[in-house]
């Protein structure tokens, strides 16, 4: 007899709910598996093509010239990513440098940043110069102006508005997409969206720079935003593209005039991508992308388990268990603070390192509200691994993402549901059951 042993105190009715939810959640499943194979095999074959060999892990120090292994790692992803260019560097010490790195690397004085999503993501307000927390060096000290079209109640990008922008003001240069719903309750964008977008804006502007924040999009679909219309993207290798290999890093990617560009920020002008020693880093993040496109499968599981158990629950999720995705995030709307952090230790409680800590509510740097995190990670606030987030504002939603593997992700999801009911907080799960 195959009897499950007990190594976590979950409630058998929760137990019973994720095994309801799982049966439920099966086509969603197969769509994220047949993705991750598609995925899996563009970038094996950009591996093969690219001829990618053991000498490719050597370890180059002080300047880096001619570290082959770090030049042909950014032609990989350059191809995984289908576009001409590509930085990818351990030297980004996080997603907001790289993003940084690419506005100040394609922006320049008298020159307007037109955000069409609606305000960005938290860090990325003080860079432009507009957070509440005043920081020197933003783009706004540099006579970089900055506005943004707000999105359309229904969370879709108003595109009238924005032509109409980009028509009135002859300064805008850039126009700036970001792909994740970051810390709000709108959907994230799919690549087609982001294409209509692009269409629209090259009628009006053929010219004008289209930038993607693409943090916590690659390898959710088929295509990356550059196939798409976009020029520039960048993102995080502590989410997606590093497979939860990579210890730190980040990418710019996408038309190679501007990727040189962003290299001479990077770097300096003149030196640009041929600096940069590697320090031993190349094998993992060799390793991480190979890796990605399946992680970035079980982290979309795990999100979608935690989708299906949390509705069953009785609580509105977005985005639903069977909706289209184009990030890895899963809010749950936990409707007071004191679920939102049990919900969070829990996530803390069930991970594989610091299990043993208990996040609170803290003020943290580049962000205007206190925040709590549940991150039991192997690499410090890596969220392709199991981790959750919230602000505490209403309607305290909660931002789980990640999932090294999906029987761990689905355990902590549970651990996560079960501290709540510990703390009184689910009420309907008599009710859930006999539906
Ligand atoms: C994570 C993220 C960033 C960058 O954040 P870092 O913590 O600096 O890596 C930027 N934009 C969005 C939408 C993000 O999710």
Redesign the pocket.
Known sequence: MNQARKFFDIDDRLTELAARTEQEIRPAFERIESNAFQNQQKVLAAFIHNGVGESCFTSSTGYGYGDVGRDKLERVFADAMECEDALLRHNF???????TVALFGVLRPGDKMLCVTGM?????QSVIGISQQAAGGSLKDFGIAFEKVDLLPDGSVDIPSSLKRLREDPSVKMVYI?????YSLRPSLTVEQIEEICKAVREVKPEAIIMV?N??GEFVQLTEPCVHGADLMA??L??NPGGGIASTG?YIAGRSDLVELCSYRLSTPGTGREVGCTLGHSREMYMGLFSAPHVVGEALKTAVFCAGLFSRLGYDVTPQPDEARA?I?QSVLLQNPASLIAFCQGIQSGSPVDSMALPEPWDMP?YDNKIIMASGSFTL?S?IELSADAPLREPYAVWMQGGLNYAAGKTGILIAAQRMLEKGQIKALASSLSE
């Open positions: 010490m996080c997603g907001t440098h790289a993003l960005p993501y938290d860090t990325i970001q792909r994740s719903r970051g924040d943090c916590y993102g995080s502590i989410k980040g990030d995030i580049g606030g969220s």
